[in-house]
């Protein structure tokens, strides 16, 4: 017995049974031991939680179709990283909603690509290809917000239970270096700031573009 095996059968039991349902006890029962013997590789539940987000995002990681630094452009890097994104979350429709809720090293960062090395990995990518400090963060809202929005519904769609996200109290934050990061602890204020009300009247406004430009072309 280890970690890992924890944390496989964990999201195996999330994958079967929800969320709600996942104990420590009902873990021991699952994999044949006593719930108490567990402690010995997960302190409790919250950071078994925390160690299945992991778990998945790694999957992400290790998905060949995903890369690290575009090649054709960065409009097939972001399509990569969005199908990643949707393949991990079509498998695991019942996690899914824990890794876009679930508070991550950096609460401030948005759902549900809110692991500080793949944000790390896609400000880079973009800068790479001659985004500036803004832009880049503009479409990592831009990003999160579509990949959030339609994969939410997809998952509820497949049983998921979509609960609330988690909300950042002001003045909340980990104890978290982001050395490690220097592009996301460079831009941090730019992406804590909260521009929620005009992404939603451009994203509105783009929609009512598409289905204008729908109902011209099928009119």
């Not at 999330?14 to 031991?33: A, F, H, Q, S, Y």
């Not at 290790?62 to 575009?70: L, T």
């Not at 430009?213 to 099928?218: A, C, K, N």
Request: glycine share 6%.
């Amino acid at each position: 017995m280890d970690r890992r095996r924890v944390v496989a059968a964990a999201v195996a039991f999330i994958d079967e049974n929800g969320l709600p349902g996942v104990t420590m006890r009902r873990l021991g029962d699952l994999l044949g031991v006593e719930a108490m013997s567990l402690y010995r590789h997960v302190p409790g539940r919250e950071d078994l939680l925390d160690a299945v987000v992991a778990a998945i995002v790694d999957e992400m990681q290790e998905d060949p179709e995903v890369i690290e630094s575009p090649r054709d452009g960065w409009q097939d890097f972001l399509q990569r990283l969005a199908h990643g994104v949707r393949r991990v979350a079509l498998r695991h429709p019942k996690v899914f909603p824990l890794v876009a809720s679930r508070p991550p090293e950096a609460p401030w960062l948005r759902p549900p690509l809110r692991d500080l090395r793949w944000v790390e990995t896609f400000l880079e990518a973009l800068q790479q290809e001659g985004f500036s400090d803004e832009a880049a963060v503009s479409a990592y809202r831009a990003f999160t917000s579509f990949l959030l929005g339609h994969l939410l519904l997809e998952v509820s769609a497949l049983g998921a239970d979509v609960g609330p996200l988690d909300v950042l109290e002001d003045g909340q934050d980990l104890d978290t270096s982001l050395a490690p990061y220097p592009e996301v602890g460079r831009l941090r204020a730019a992406l804590s700031e909260d521009h929620s009300a005009v992404e939603f009247e451009e994203a509105l406004e783009e929609l009512l573009n598409r289905i204008a430009l729908v109902r011209s072309e099928t009119s």
